[in-house]
């Protein structure tokens, strides 16, 4: 009996080791243009409320998260929002522009908000470190939507994928 020819029957996506392309046939979920746009400007703005809050009304965490990992995980649902409202056949030529245009926005975007928090009373605002984590969260976001919204492996597609 052949080694890898019986996993494959009982498998089809076993071919090739490729199990990364098949959590992604797994796991994909449409998401439209239209709700990712109104799920980003959702974002934008609890991100705008949240920077004008002084300390004292802060909400508070409900897990105990390190301020840094939060500013991450809060922007890498941004850039995957914003890259999903920006797939290619919007006007975008390639996935990679679309890419490099999240990442760009999304950088400006944290920047003016460490900025912008220096201005409200009470908080600190403008440190570096909290840029830096936006930038991380932001570059891991916009892959993992470039990842999603790629077509499986072995499929083809109309577009460019993203």
Known sequence: MQKGGNLQRRWPYASNND???????LIRIPLPRALA????????????T?????PPDLPEMPLTVNDKVAHAGFFFIGAFLFAAAL???????????????TVLCLFAIGAV????????????GAD???WLADCLGT????????????????????????
């Not at 746009?37 to 609890?46: G, I, K, P, R």
């Not at 949240?50 to 002084?54: A, Y």
């Not at 908000?113 to 600190?124: A, C, H, I, S």
């Not at 891991?140 to 919204?149: H, L, Q, R």
């Open 19 to 25: 199990i990364c392309w098949s959590m992604q046939r």
């Open 37 to 48: 746009l109104v799920l980003f400007l959702v974002w934008w703005a609890t991100l705008f």
């Open 50 to 54: 949240l920077s004008s809050m002084s």
């Open 87 to 101: 797939r290619p056949d919007r006007g975008i030529r390639s996935g990679t522009h679309a890419l490099w245009i």
């Open 113 to 124: 908000d460490e900025l912008y928090q220096k201005l409200t009373p009470g908080r600190t």
């Open 128 to 130: 570096p470190f909290d």
């Open 139 to 162: 570059i891991a976001g916009a892959w993992f939507a470039k990842w999603y919204f790629q077509p499986p492996h072995g499929e083809l597609s109309n577009s460019k994928s993203l």
